[in-house]
């Protein structure tokens, strides 16, 4: 038998601290959802949000606020609708996927070819495809570990470019979501291997049932679409990043934070306001209690959605630096529930003390786990060791990328319980806090 492991005792009030008495965080989103809005990567928002940031982290305290800029394409949608012209004429609600071609103010007309999966359309031949609105569904179910996005994301990030390679004139998705309300959800696909951009649009999912349930009637289906958008070159985003300086400036770092960007149909409260905010608000209680040894950099990364740019911005710039963790918060605000990391086989005595930290918040150590997150996963790549602390996803794929990412779905009490888990995680990992001059809190 190994001998137990017991909780620091400073790290534990720490947590419960944390647990009991966080505002930080709640805080930050409220600010950030209310004062910003939606914050579309490399548009004028976007450039708000890092202005706001940059305000609210040097009111927080925290040290070497700054924004490391980068440039990149910057895609926007204009009007979008969807009808069905025949056999049953009706609108639908649709929205277009990142990056889908604009059909033009004067929208094109084409008749459906559905297909049940993303395989199902690849099996299909051109002549099935071509000159038609190609239509996937597929069937996303609740997960507390969001395992169902990874699959059932395919017809989304693959589908338009196996549509456009066949000769479809657009597509429509069943949106990669579980509710079931009428709200399309948007979220990001490229065209690659020479495929040229044609409009993609998501169904809501009750449109993309009422449109199996016309189908099935099997008479020809033709669907009017208009998504109008534009795409241009030299869009500005940006990283913002702050610190808590160690005392030794050596020492390998720790780096947290989530994605400032959001898509552009709600004010992105859980994808990833929630993320910036319980990490920043873990530092800061780390701050508010000393020094310490390790320095904590917070980075509010730009541009996840589209692409992950700021994750790979800050990898270019920093990749090189020693770092003695990386995690990153972005599946919203509902509560931790599980953990891994790297540490497990690297550092066994700090994983022990993080699983013990960590079991009072009813988080479960996972040992079989992997690296996640678009934003620390070039800096990991880069050798960097990682740590995931997996929030439960059951409700997240019911508001992900739609207008109903809003500030209600975030839960306080669930919130809070994040930023203890992140506290606890710094607290462990931070080589020990030595107690300063006792400086007012501020904000
Ligand atoms: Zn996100």
């Known amino acids: 038998m190994p001998p137990p492991v017991l909780a620091d005792p400073r790290v534990a009030a720490l947590r419960d601290d944390a647990l009991a008495n966080d505002h930080y965080a709640w805080d930050v989103v409220e600010g950030l959802t209310t004062e910003v809005g939606q914050r579309l990567a490399a548009t004028e928002a976007e450039a708000r949000a890092r202005d706001w940031a940059v305000r609210r982290l040097t009111a927080m305290g925290f040290a070497n606020v700054h924004v490391e800029p980068f440039t990149m394409p910057v ?23 990142g990056y889908s071609g604009s059909t033009g103010p004067e929208g094109i007309t084409g008749q459906i070819a559905y297909f049940p999966t993303v395989d199902a359309l690849r099996a299909a031949p051109d002549s099935a495809v071509a000159g038609k609105i190609v239509f996937i569904d597929h069937h996303m179910m609740p997960a507390q570990d969001g395992s169902g996005y990874g699959q059932f994301g395919a017809p989304r990030r693959q589908g338009p470019t196996i549509a456009s390679l066949k000769g479809a004139v657009g597509i429509v998705i069943r949106s990669i979501g579980t509710d079931h309300h009428r709200n399309p959800h948007t979220g990001v696909q490229y065209f690659t291997d020479g495929a040229k951009p044609i409009p993609a649009g998501a169904l809501s999912v009750p449109d993309a049932e009422q449109l199996i349930r016309i189908l099935e009637r099997g008479k020809p289906v033709t669907m009017h679409l208009t998504l109008v958008s534009q795409k241009t070159d030299g869009g500005r985003s940006g990283n913002v990043i702050a610190e808590v300086p160690g005392r030794d400036p050596k020492a390998p770092i720790l780096l947290i934070g989530g994605h400032l960007d959001s898509w552009d149909l709600a004010t992105g409260a859980i994808d990833d306001g929630a993320g910036v905010a319980i990490t920043t608000a873990a530092a800061k209680h780390i701050m508010d209690a000393g020094r310490p040894l390790r320095t904590i950099r917070i980075v509010w990364f730009g541009a996840e959605e589209p692409g992950g740019f700021g994750g790979k911005a800050y990898a270019e710039a920093h990749g090189k630096e020693a770092h003695a963790i990386a995690g990153e918060s972005d599946f919203g605000a509902d509560r931790v529930w599980r953990f891994s990391s790297q540490l497990k086989t690297s550092d066994p005595a700090a994983y022990a003390q993080l699983a013990a930290s960590l079991a009072p918040l009813g988080i479960t150590r996972n040992d079989k786990g992997d690296a996640d997150g678009t934003d620390v996963e070039p800096t990991i790549a880069a050798g960097a060791p990682w740590i995931t602390l997996n929030q439960d996803g059951t409700r997240y794929f019911d508001w992900h990328h739609t207008p109903d990412d809003t500030l209600d779905k975030i839960d306080p009490a669930q919130l809070r319980q994040n930023v203890a888990a992140w506290t606890a995680m710094l607290a462990v990992l931070s080589g020990g806090i030595e107690p300063g001059a006792k400086r007012p809190k501020r904000r």
């Open 75 to 97: 895609w926007t949608r204009g009007a979008e609708g969807a009808e069905i012209v025949a056999p049953f004429p009706q609108k639908l609600a649709v929205a277009a996927l």
